[in-house]
């Protein structure tokens, strides 16, 4: 246990350095998030796409569960999206095939932008409810109010720069979000192109630079990627693929399914949501990456896509699916949340004990 036994489970009051990570559009599930943290770990709910009522349920939800510490993440706000009729009418066509094929009719209304003060909303939620710790991404927040609130703040950074401005800010750990990771890309300083870094790369270039610890998130899926993250100066890491096999996620079976036969299929592309994320290959990406259609800007083009996407679930079409997912995917295990804590636990100190030479 002593190698696990890191700075980060002091400040997250939890008994091992593992967070898992938090995936919003209902992939982390209360159960998930409790289950994880009843295991040791620190789960996490994916807030973002929550309005203020249904957080303060799902945080309520979490409570019935578990008494151990648990995190909420939240988005920065950023600018209002626009997008004018023709480049709505430009990408309608390229899914207009794609749509007829599951039988929907094209759609008649143009995406609208969130209401404006969502975050604030969410915010106050957070700060209301006490939540122990409160994490975000893609920017940077107002933190007086859940700081005051007592939450311990992770910020996400995919760059050195975004990981001194964080620590700048008052953040009271880092989490590092590497190029292998799944999902929306955190980069809020500089282009995209240039933050699609290495773990191997990123994370003693930031734990040189920063005083407070730093967790690797991105393309980890066992105990092995775990003590690499140790032995490149993190203090815990961040997973979020590998928990979508846990039967308390949101995932389905057509989506683990996709995940477990990506093996390197995954790219960066805004077909998604409009902003760089990580997923699977399928045919819908590639039929829009090679549409040359600009992506409506986020989150417009996933509001857009959202109706194609139910509909390619419910009719079992894996061509069709959008699936977030690192580069580490294949390595998926479907075993419950706890299993699946105490298995990268036994696993990160088996490496550990290897690498000692014992």
Known sequence: MSGLDTGVCRLLGTRYPIVQAPMAGGFTTPELVAAVSNAGALGSLGGATLGPDELRDAIGAIRRLTDRPFAVNLFAQLPPPEADTERVAAMQAVLAPLRAELGLSE?????SAPSPGLVEAQLAVV??????????????LSLEAVREAGSVILGTATTVAEAVELERLGVDAIV??????????????????????????LVPRIADRV???????GGIMDGRGIAAALALGAEGVQLGTAFLGCPEAGSTALQRSTLAGAADRTLVTRAYSGRQARLVRTRL???????????????????????LRAAALEADRQDLLFVLAGQGSAAIRELPAAELV??????????????AGR
């Open 127 to 140: 700060a209301d409810e006490r939540v122990p710790v409160f994490s975000f991404t893609f920017g940077t």
């Open 107 to 111: 759609p008649q209304d143009v995406p």
């Open 211 to 217: 005083s407070v610890p730093v967790l690797l998130a």
């Open 342 to 355: 105490a298995t990268l636990v036994r696993e990160t100190e088996d490496a550990i004990r290897r690498l």
């Open 176 to 201: 590092a979000q590497s190029g292998e990771a799944g999902g929306h890309r955190g980069t809020f300083l500089g282009s995209f192109e240039d933050a699609v870094v290495g773990g191997v790369a």
């Open 285 to 307: 990406v590639d039929a829009i990456e090679d549409a040359g259609v600009d992506p409506l800007p986020f989150p417009l083009q996933a509001m857009l896509v959202a109706e």
